[in-house]
């Protein structure tokens, strides 16, 4: 739960898997549980069970996983730009 609500506020920072554990892998302390858990909205405390960290998801994947919020609770750290027109010149 706590890693969720840092992936919020860091998701930008995260190129590589490493960058993910590197966040994943920070402590906390029991407060900061406490804090996250009274949060108003009940987006993060979802993600108390299990956590699935996907980086570089296409826009693809996540236009899908738009359609199946019944199955699945997803937040996007970000959305990035990815611009090949200069690929292979």
Partial sequence: MVFAARLTQHGHKIASMDDLMELYEKSFS??????????????IQKFAVITVAIVGASRRFLAQITRHQNEVKFMSASLQYSNYGAVGK
């Fill in 30 to 43: 029991v407060q900061t549980v406490a804090a996250v858990g009274a949060f108003p909205h009940p987006t």
